[in-house]
Protein backbone atom coordinates (compact mmCIF):
# COMPACT_ATOMS: atom_id res chain seq x y z
CA UNK A 1 0.00 0.00 0.00
CA UNK A 2 1.36 3.55 -0.88
CA UNK A 3 2.53 5.77 2.14
CA UNK A 4 0.91 9.18 2.02
CA UNK A 5 2.24 12.85 2.66
CA UNK A 6 1.02 12.71 6.26
CA UNK A 7 1.67 9.48 6.80
CA UNK A 8 5.52 10.49 5.97
CA UNK A 9 4.98 13.83 7.93
CA UNK A 10 3.93 12.29 11.31
CA UNK A 11 6.67 9.81 11.45
CA UNK A 12 9.11 13.07 10.30
CA UNK A 13 7.60 15.24 13.15
CA UNK A 14 8.21 12.34 15.66
CA UNK A 15 11.92 12.30 14.63
CA UNK A 16 12.91 16.03 14.15
CA UNK A 17 10.10 18.14 14.68
CA UNK A 18 7.31 19.78 12.92
CA UNK A 19 8.92 22.80 11.26
CA UNK A 20 12.29 21.01 9.70
CA UNK A 21 9.19 17.98 8.93
CA UNK A 22 6.94 20.82 6.77
CA UNK A 23 10.46 21.92 5.29
CA UNK A 24 11.73 18.80 4.10
CA UNK A 25 8.21 17.46 2.85
CA UNK A 26 8.20 20.74 0.96
CA UNK A 27 11.65 20.07 -0.66
CA UNK A 28 11.02 16.51 -2.04
CA UNK A 29 7.47 17.87 -3.19
CA UNK A 30 9.34 20.56 -5.26
CA UNK A 31 12.16 18.62 -5.96
CA UNK A 32 9.58 16.06 -7.34
CA UNK A 33 7.90 18.99 -9.45
CA UNK A 34 10.98 19.66 -10.94
CA UNK A 35 11.67 16.42 -12.12
CA UNK A 36 8.63 15.74 -14.04
CA UNK A 37 8.47 19.25 -15.72
CA UNK A 38 12.36 18.22 -17.02
CA UNK A 39 10.68 14.71 -18.09
CA UNK A 40 7.33 15.58 -19.58
CA UNK A 41 9.46 17.21 -22.72
CA UNK A 42 11.63 14.35 -23.38
CA UNK A 43 11.36 11.96 -26.54
CA UNK A 44 10.42 8.99 -25.87
CA UNK A 45 13.40 6.03 -25.30
CA UNK A 46 14.39 3.41 -27.36
CA UNK A 47 13.16 0.81 -25.04
CA UNK A 48 10.03 2.88 -24.48
CA UNK A 49 9.91 2.73 -28.97
CA UNK A 50 10.72 -1.42 -28.78
CA UNK A 51 8.23 -2.23 -25.84
CA UNK A 52 5.18 -0.07 -27.82
CA UNK A 53 6.38 -2.24 -30.98
CA UNK A 54 6.27 -5.06 -29.86
CA UNK A 55 2.54 -4.59 -28.01
CA UNK A 56 1.59 -3.45 -31.62
CA UNK A 57 2.65 -6.78 -33.35
CA UNK A 58 0.81 -8.88 -30.49
CA UNK A 59 -2.14 -6.61 -30.97
CA UNK A 60 -2.04 -7.03 -35.53
CA UNK A 61 -0.71 -10.71 -34.85
CA UNK A 62 -4.32 -11.22 -32.86
CA UNK A 63 -6.25 -9.19 -35.40
CA UNK A 64 -5.12 -11.41 -38.22
CA UNK A 65 -5.53 -14.33 -36.34
CA UNK A 66 -9.62 -13.34 -36.09
CA UNK A 67 -9.20 -12.29 -39.49
CA UNK A 68 -8.27 -16.00 -40.71
CA UNK A 69 -11.02 -17.39 -38.56
CA UNK A 70 -13.78 -15.24 -39.67
CA UNK A 71 -12.72 -16.02 -43.12
CA UNK A 72 -12.44 -19.49 -43.17
CA UNK A 73 -16.33 -19.18 -41.18
CA UNK A 74 -17.40 -17.15 -44.27
CA UNK A 75 -15.89 -19.51 -47.25
CA UNK A 76 -17.58 -22.37 -45.25
CA UNK A 77 -20.42 -20.77 -44.53
CA UNK A 78 -20.30 -19.83 -48.61
CA UNK A 79 -19.66 -23.32 -49.95
CA UNK A 80 -22.21 -24.48 -47.55
CA UNK A 81 -24.78 -22.39 -49.28
CA UNK A 82 -23.67 -23.36 -52.50
CA UNK A 83 -24.07 -26.96 -52.18
CA UNK A 84 -27.60 -26.35 -50.62
CA UNK A 85 -28.91 -24.85 -53.75
CA UNK A 86 -27.28 -26.61 -56.09
CA UNK A 87 -29.00 -29.75 -54.06
CA UNK A 88 -32.42 -27.68 -54.28
CA UNK A 89 -31.24 -27.24 -58.04
CA UNK A 90 -30.64 -30.78 -58.98
CA UNK A 91 -33.61 -32.40 -57.31
Known sequence: MPVTEIEIYEALKEQIGDKPARILLEYIETKTEKEFEKKKDVPA??????????????????????????MFIFWAGQIGALIAILALFFK
Open 45 to 70: TKQDIAELRADLEVKIERVRADLIRW
